[in-house]
């Protein structure tokens, strides 16, 4: 049980929400966020001291969390077609893109270590989408016959990106700054 700090100023309790992601600040070891299912985003400082809720950003089940690398108060989160970025350590939340599909749902995302400019997002429908700009303009670099599973950048050099789909084959390909892959690989997974 973890305490929530609740408009009466009594402790409240996270033992009611369900998780759907967990993600830490890269630059930060105390830093936490959780997305739930159905209430939003959740985060701490301090695991000791208790939880937070996220009030600006809406009631639904977020799909991925993830911070950037460089300037940790940039967070990234996904529900359903939405990303929304918050500037202000998770205080308020603006959506950045929508995608047109209604129908398709973001289920992996990832950004560069290197640099942060670039994000990349798995989506239901197996495309890959890469942002060159912080996430303001979007473009489709690989499509994929299956659900994104996970986006993995390698630690050595950042452009090698690795995709992992629903049906459990892994790929592989160089992604430039012009969002465009320069090589692709299938990879037998096992």
């Not at 402790?11 to 959780?34: E, H, Q, R």
């Not at 009030?55 to 089940?61: A, R, S, Y």
């Not at 047109?100 to 997002?121: C, G, V, W």
């Amino acid at each position: 049980q973890v305490a929530v700090p609740s408009i009466s100023g009594m402790p409240g309790s996270l033992t009611s929400l369900d998780v759907k992601t967990l993600a830490l600040d890269p630059s930060d070891n105390t830093a936490i966020y959780l997305g739930s299912y159905d209430n939003g985003i959740y985060y701490s400082y301090n695991i000791l001291s208790g939880w937070m809720e996220s009030k600006d950003f809406p009631k639904v089940t977020v799909t991925n969390i993830a911070v950037d690398p460089q300037n940790k108060c940039d967070i990234y989160a996904t529900f359903t077609n939405h990303l929304y970025r918050s500037v202000d350590c998770a205080r308020t939340w603006k959506q950045i893109y929508l995608d047109a599909n209604s129908e398709i749902s973001f289920t992996t995302m990832a950004i560069d270590f290197y640099n942060p400019l670039n994000i990349y997002l798995g989506n239901s429908n197996g495309d890959v989408l890469k942002s060159i700009d912080g996430g303001t303009s979007w473009r489709v670099i690989k499509r994929l016959e299956k659900q994104v599973s996970q986006i993995v950048l390698s630690p050595k050099d950042s452009r090698q990106v690795y995709v992992a789909t629903k049906d459990a084959k892994l790929y592989t390909f160089l992604s430039n700054t012009n969002t465009n892959p320069s090589t692709s690989a299938d990879i037998e997974a096992n």
